[in-house]
């Protein structure tokens, strides 16, 4: 049973649509660091001004006096990922909850790793960090529901693999 009912994790409901145009004419990617805590209330906030973001959210569950319960976190702590133009970044700005707007360099990457981590989230399979893997190591899924997907280790609290799926070195 979740304490909270789940937020929207992306608006608008389309981001993640195919044949979305990754960044709108005069809409650049920006990742919004925030102050501790405030990512779901940032995304609140974005979402009323109507300024598209992703907040992928993992849920976590524990037992408390014999009944489950459940809360939903997000996956990078400290960070929401908003496409906006410069009216929506003010918009992000005033809120008071962000410590630095962090200008994306690589928008295209950005767009096609926040895809896999939309497709990752959305399996609904229980999430946890590798503890194994070293920083810059190269894998692959080898079975479960993400079979195929590739990609770089990056490091201890900035990635995350499926629990029961089979990794294989790349290097």
């Not at 992306?10 to 145009?21: K, N, V």
């Not at 925030?34 to 974005?46: D, F, M, N």
């Not at 001004?49 to 992703?54: E, H, K, L, N, P």
């Not at 400290?78 to 992000?92: H, Q």
Request: charged share 25%; glycine share 8%.
């Amino acid at each position: 049973m979740p304490v909270l009912a789940a937020e929207t994790q992306w608006y608008p409901d389309t981001l993640f649509s195919q044949g979305e145009s990754p960044v709108p004419a005069g809409h650049v990617w920006w990742v919004l660091h925030v102050k501790p805590r405030q990512e779901k209330s940032i995304a609140r906030e974005l979402l009323k001004r109507g300024v598209a973001f992703y907040l992928p959210l993992i849920t976590r569950r524990w037992r408390s006096r014999s009944r489950t319960m459940a809360s939903y976190l997000p996956l990078f702590a400290g960070y929401v990922f908003a496409r906006c133009d410069r009216g929506g970044r003010l918009a992000a700005l005033s809120t008071q909850r962000v410590v630095r707007c962090l200008e994306v360099d690589d928008q295209e990457r950005l767009w096609n790793d926040l895809q896999q981590i939309s497709r990752l989230v959305r399996t609904g399979a229980p999430l946890t960090p590798e503890a194994r893997l070293v920083p810059g190591t190269l894998v692959e899924i080898d079975s479960g529901p993400l079979m195929g997907m590739k990609g770089k280790f990056i490091g201890r609290g900035a990635s995350v693999l499926l629990e029961d799926c089979a990794l294989t070195r790349l290097t």
